[in-house]
């Protein structure tokens, strides 16, 4: 920040408290970290001051406003003989351990299957129900052309149909609403609910005896689906298929015809040897013309170019500049919005005078030394001549 002359004799007439260390003063905060501090313990309890604000503190400072009523009630005090700590629950009334039960061992039926000493056989039902068959020979006729007995008729084509008839476009009409009244029931009122003190919960229903006590007869493992759907023989409950008889067939089959429209209209008509035709003029000599060829077309003789102007720029004469006067730099932003003056830190201002000072010093021991050394000759000379 450049200083004027008038700031630097604010400075030199500016007063500083006594302190042992210059981060005491500061009001930055750019000397209260610095090497080789001499600060020791707090501040001195001897200037009753205020604390030091920064230039934002100052300018923008808070409003004080009421602190906010807290709206919680009163916290209810314990009390100080609790019953004691119940630890019954239903699931340890309802499952309450048994001791030691044997461990239920799996049921599995006795194995009873027989293996077939018969001979294998290789055919299987399907095979045996859908033997072979053949087709019987078709006879295939060309169906009589009608066109012959077609007439023409002079009645119009009535293009109605059901779905036309039936799928009109309807034209939509503006639905009417219904809807309930509004209705003011509350729910507290309807439902009044009911005070767990005067209702207590009932309690639950436990049989007196609860030991448990584990089967002595064997696990059936029959069900009521094993029993209704028993196993039965496949062989005494087959009911064999009727068959139809085997029709005897021809030997004697007609060539098939593959002819089809698309092979009739779109033949195969292989690639034709391609005629050559020649000019008879090939065989005489080439003389070239005599006069000169006119390369002038149709097209160049009746539209003839015509000539035009070259249009002119429209761009400003050039002309000098006129450098008479002084330039203003000022705005309207500048002139406006002015930079509030920033407020120099006491350290730094310390530091500023300290050095004045040591310049004044200097030019004062500078002034004086011409001085003293003229007074130290006049005072020898006399001496001398003694």
């Known amino acids: 920040m ?23 003063i500061c009001d930055c905060g750019r000397h209260k970290h610095h090497k080789n501090c001499k600060r020791v313990g707090k501040i001195n309890k ?36 609790p019953p004691p700590m119940m630890f019954k629950t239903n699931q340890r009334d309802d499952f309450r351990p048994h001791g030691e039960v044997p461990r239920v061992q799996p049921f599995a039926f006795p194995d009873t299957y027989e293996i077939d000493k018969g001979p294998f056989q290789n055919v299987t039902f399907y095979s045996a129900e859908y033997g072979p068959k053949e087709l019987p020979s078709e006879t295939i006729l060309r169906p009589t052309s009608q066109g ?50 005067l209702n207590p919960m009932p309690e639950p229903f436990v049989k007196e005896d609860q030991t448990y006590r584990p089967k002595d007869g064997k696990f059936d493992g029959l069900t009521v689906t094993m029993a209704d759907f028993t196993e039965k023989e496949l062989a005494a409950a087959h009911v064999p298929r009727a068959l139809a008889p085997i029709t005897k067939l021809d030997e004697n089959k007609p060539k098939f015809d593959g002819r089809t429209s698309f092979k009739e209209f779109y033949k195969n008509w292989n690639v034709q040897p391609r005629k050559r035709y020649g000019d008879f003029h090939e065989a005489q000599k080439y003389f070239p013309p005599i006069e000169k060829f006119d390369t002038k077309s149709t097209t160049q003789a009746t539209y003839i170019p015509k000539e035009f ?9 050039e ?49 004086q030394e011409p001085l003293n050394k003229s007074q130290t000759r006049s005072n020898k000379t006399p001496i001398a001549a003694k």
């Open 2 to 24: 450049a200083l004027t002359h008038d700031d630097l004799e604010q400075i030199m007439k500016q007063e500083f408290p006594d302190f042992t260390c210059i981060c005491e």
């Open 309 to 317: 102007d070259p249009v002119k720029p429209y761009i400003p004469e």
């Open 319 to 367: 002309h000098t500049l006129n450098k008479d006067g002084k330039l203003d730099f000022t705005t309207v932003n500048a002139d406006t919005y002015k930079r509030p003056p920033v407020k120099l830190c006491k350290a730094e201002a310390f530091l500023i005078q300290q050095k004045l000072k040591k310049e004044q010093q200097e030019t004062l021991r500078q002034q």
């Open 46 to 81: 001897r200037r009753q001051k205020q604390c030091l604000l920064t230039t934002s503190q100052e300018t923008f400072k808070a409003f004080s406003a009421r602190p906010r009523s807290s709206k919680r009630p009163p916290q209810t005090p314990r009390d100080p003989n």
């Open 148 to 197: 012959r007995y077609m007439r023409k008729t002079s009645a119009k084509l009535d293009t109605r149909t059901t779905n036309k008839e039936s799928f009109k476009h309807w034209v939509p009409q503006p639905a009417i609403r219904f809807g309930e009244l509004p209705s003011f029931t509350e729910q507290r009122a309807n439902f009044p609910g009911h005070d767990p003190k």
